[in-house]
């Protein structure tokens, strides 16, 4: 068994870490959340989230790409536009699925990118090779990451951890995860990670990530988001990005049943559209305004 990179944390500082590589973000004090939004989009059956904070935006995944669809291009690209990016200043992959990845090079097309990570056990995929390359990413752009990192955008931690993973595994193993807080207002995002890495993380953080909102692992299927993950994060709401009517299931309704068990509430880009959160008194609250319904299965995985 493989272990990427170290497991050391590395504090990014100006010029070193995290926000080095990310070109443009930079580590300031703490400041109000004017601007701040949190936001998923709904790309069908796919991942795309976006975090804006005093003019900067991350993302994370960027949608399917099918013989029937390019969610980069239809959902993507006009949500970012719709939420006044015009930059990308820090894009991740979680990990080569082409229901996560699919959409970057229509994206790129359209949005300056600052830079671009993915977790360095990925390095030399095929499908992610590819990609890049229709994107047009030069290599000097690519941030494999090796390790743990901790840094921060404006008022916002932001961790990232890389799982162990095996040659020769699926790729969901393989998953980046990430965590964003400041004050009450937190985020757990997994990309497909199962059960395996949910608990590895557990026994790898202080205080169980603990997070106000969780991105459900894998669209809400039966093999993510267990009972123990959710008792060590606590979210008080769950998100389930997943396309109306595919063919998987998702999400499961054993998953369904260990969410409400654990007392939070569920909120699926499938039934209400994009989700957007900005922070108040008590951390992110929903913004209850219209951005976009998708309801294509868009990408069958």
Not at 48 to 69: K, N, S
Not at 87 to 113: E, K, Y
Request: aromatic share 8%; hydrophobic share 35%.
């Amino acid at each position: 068994m493989r272990r990427s990179g170290s497991r050391g944390w590395r504090w990014a500082t100006v010029g070193v870490g995290l926000l080095a590589l990310a070109s443009g973000f930079v580590a300031e004090r703490l400041t109000e959340f004017e601007g701040t939004r949190l936001t998923f989009l709904s790309v069908g059956q796919g991942d795309c989230a976006v975090f804006q904070h005093q003019g900067r935006t991350l993302v994370l995944d960027v949608g399917p790409r099918t013989p029937y669809t390019d969610a980069g291009k239809r959902y993507v690209a006009p949500g970012l536009g719709r939420l006044g990016s015009r930059t990308i200043d820090l894009l991740l992959l979680t990990h080569p699925d082409l229901d996560h990845i699919g959409g970057l090079p229509s994206v790129a097309r359209r949005f300056r990118i600052g830079r671009v990570g993915v977790p360095a056990h990925f390095r030399g995929h095929p499908v992610l090779t590819e990609i890049l390359r229709e994107a047009r990413v030069d290599e000097s752009k690519v941030w494999w990451i090796d390790g743990d990192f901790r840094g921060r955008i404006g008022a916002f931690t932001v961790e990232l951890r890389i799982p162990t993973f095996d040659p020769g595994s699926p790729d969901n193993d393989g998953s980046l995860l990430m965590r964003i807080a400041a004050g009450r207002a937190s985020a757990v995002f997994t990309g497909d990670a199962g059960f395996a890495e949910e608990a590895e993380l557990i026994r790898r953080v202080e205080n169980g990530w603990r997070s106000q909102i969780l991105k459900a692992g894998h669209h809400g299927s039966r093999s993510s988001t267990s009972e123990e993950f959710l008792e060590a994060i606590r979210p008080r709401e769950v998100i389930i990005s997943c396309g109306a009517g595919n063919t998987y299931g998702h999400p499961n309704q054993a998953t369904l049943d260990r969410i409400r068990s654990a007392g939070a509430s569920v909120a699926r880009t499938d039934r209400e559209g994009d989700l957007s959160y900005v922070p108040g008194e008590n951390g992110f609250v929903r913004e209850r305004r219209y951005l976009a319904v998708d309801r294509s299965a868009a990408n069958p995985k």
